[in-house]
């Protein structure tokens, strides 16, 4: 079975078009090796094969790194915020805070366990830019310029459940697989889908998408 090491994530990385630091990938690597041996103790995956780890979580997760850099960079920031709804094990809002330390992650949950393991990740890790919370999304009272989410809900309960939780400015970005048509037409009005961005994860063999959404 197994955990992927730094190198094969440094692999994956670059397969993506990413350059990481060791320290990332140790990091990345690390992570991995904490959602094989606490995943099934918290219901965090299935997964215990080392390259579907990689390729189904890590990799799904660091193919947003690229285009999640590219807003912020189009927005003039060289920091911003960023939360992640029904994170479950941290998946993506570990990844990305690894991968962008100039970001502030939060991850929120509903499940007390699944909040819990991410702190300790967030300490065993020292990753200073990621925090979490046992709460539902509607009753936290904190803004983000990105709210994101991976197989969290459909486009119009994602935007309808966490619009109180984007800043001035901000906008969502959803994770999805095929290019999500259906979900799109159901979206009132006033949500704006101004982005569908196909993503290729190598080794993945499945579609994925990124749907960026903005309230108008």
């Not at 690390?30 to 995956?45: D, K």
């Not at 780890?53 to 947003?64: E, F, G, K, S, W």
């Not at 690229?66 to 920031?77: K, T, V, Y």
Request: aromatic share 4%; proline share 4%.
């Amino acid at each position: 079975m197994g955990t992927p090491d730094a190198a094969t994530v440094a692999d994956g990385a670059r397969a993506l078009g990413l350059s990481l630091e060791r320290g990332q990938c140790e990091r990345l690597a690390a992570f991995g090796a904490l959602l094989q041996r606490w995943g099934r103790t918290y219901n965090l995956t299935a997964i215990r094969d080392r390259d579907q780890l990689l390729t189904h979580h890590l990799a799904d997760c660091l193919a947003v790194v690229a285009p999640l850099r590219r807003h912020l960079a189009a927005g003039s920031r060289s920091s911003g915020s960023l939360l992640d709804v029904g994170s479950g094990g941290g998946l993506p809002g570990v990844v990305l805070a690894i991968a962008l330390p100039e970001l502030a992650v939060c991850c929120v949950d509903t499940v007390g366990k699944k909040a819990a393991f991410v702190r300790q990740v967030a300490a065993e890790l020292g990753l200073a830019n990621l925090r979490a919370e046992h709460a539902r999304v509607e009753a936290m009272s904190q803004r983000f310029d990105v709210v994101t989410s991976r197989a969290f809900a459909s486009l119009a309960d994602f935007a309808a459940l966490t619009r109180a939780r984007l800043a001035d400015g901000g906008v969502w970005l959803a994770m999805k697989g095929q290019r999500p048509d259906d979900e799109i037409a159901s979206l009132p009005g006033d949500v704006e889908v101004f982005h569908v961005e196909p993503l290729t994860v190598p080794g993945l063999g499945a579609q994925r998408c990124l749907v960026w959404m903005r309230p108008i």
